[in-house]
């Protein structure tokens, strides 16, 4: 099979059958082998009525259902399980993200060899001050902590070789950043291009403002888990001991002072009214937690269980 298409979506039922139709006129224009996959997020309208509907009358429409929203993360990860295709595209399912796009994507993946295409709206429709220019930031951000070289690390429409998808952990928040788990993963031969961005259809957008503070949180997240996720006592303990130390030598100083100025008949005020104590013994503590901390860290990775993220009610063809 050439493309598993995975579009995650949430209560988006007016604009599916559109998408739909668009989709399977590229793929028999290109005479291409697929499947398309939809996520169903939880949607609370009749997404899912449309999905079964458009399975009956095209055998390559496949459908998961989510018993209620579990995010945008573990939509992507359980189309990501099922896709059988040679490349995956993913796409959102609102019509700002073209299908005319798929072609030019699957051709940088089969001929020039990229393990991952992103796509980048250069020119978009949404709000300037409302999503533009937050997303600029947060584009400017991830790449500098990440080192990956997007300019768009939020849109949706990205294509992937099969065994990137399937050497992936997408959890928690994480879709915005594919490209750097794959980069960690080994997948270094990242593209980009740039692809046309449409005004919304149907409906309003899903996410809100609270989606870049969310996103700078999970950029910190993701840098740890980079360079510190399996060895969390290189962190935790090192700063743990340096603070120690720190303390340890300060309460040292602080008692020999001490003993100094006693055995030269000195005026010296008690160990305990010297403030100086209390930092160095709270420096101390700190070091102590941190420690424990990496150590702590290091025995949840090796006693972890892979739980299951979310809970699937239906499934359509799969």
Not at 169 to 184: C, D, Q, W
Request: charged share 20%; hydrophobic share 40%; net charge positive.
């Amino acid at each position: 099979m050439n493309l598993s298409i995975i579009i995650p979506l949430l209560n988006e039922q007016e604009s599916l059958p559109e998408l739909h139709s668009w989709i399977a006129k590229v793929m028999k224009e290109h005479n291409f082998s697929y499947e398309v996959i939809f996520i169903d997020d939880g949607s609370t309208d009749d997404s899912w009525k449309t999905i079964e509907q458009l399975s009956v009358q095209d055998r390559n429409v496949k459908g998961i259902r989510f018993l209620r929203n579990f995010g945008k993360s573990q939509a992507l990860h359980a189309g990501f399980a099922k896709a059988q295709g040679d490349v995956i595209i993913t796409m959102d399912a609102d019509l700002q993200d073209s299908p005319d796009e798929i072609p030019g994507l699957f051709s940088m993946i089969t001929k020039d060899n990229y393990d991952l295409v992103s796509g980048w709206k250069k020119k978009r429709y949404d709000s300037v001050i409302g999503k533009n220019l937050p997303s600029k930031l947060f584009n400017w951000a991830a790449r500098k902590t990440s080192g990956v070289k997007l300019n768009d690390f939020n849109c949706g429409l990205k294509a992937y070789k099969n065994i990137v998808v399937k050497n992936v952990e997408v959890s928690g928040e994480m879709h915005r950043y594919i490209p750097v788990l794959a980069k960690n993963a080994g997948f270094g031969n990242i593209g980009e291009k740039v692809v046309i961005h449409q005004a919304r259809k149907y409906g309003s957008s899903k996410f809100g403002m609270s989606r870049f503070i969310n996103g700078f949180l999970d950029l910190i997240t993701i840098w740890f888990i980079s360079k510190f996720g399996k060895r969390p006592m290189h962190l935790f303990g090192a700063m743990g001991v340096v603070m120690f130390l720190i303390g340890l030598l300060s309460a040292g100083y602080i008692g020999i002072m001490k003993l100094y100025k006693i055995y030269s008949h000195e005026t010296a005020i008690l160990v305990t009214n010297n403030p100086w104590f209390y930092i160095a013994l709270t420096t101390m503590i700190i070091g102590t937690q941190l420690f424990l901390a990496g150590f702590l860290g290091e025995i949840i990775l090796r006693t972890k269980n892979n739980e299951e993220r979310y809970k699937i009610s239906k499934e359509l063809n799969l």
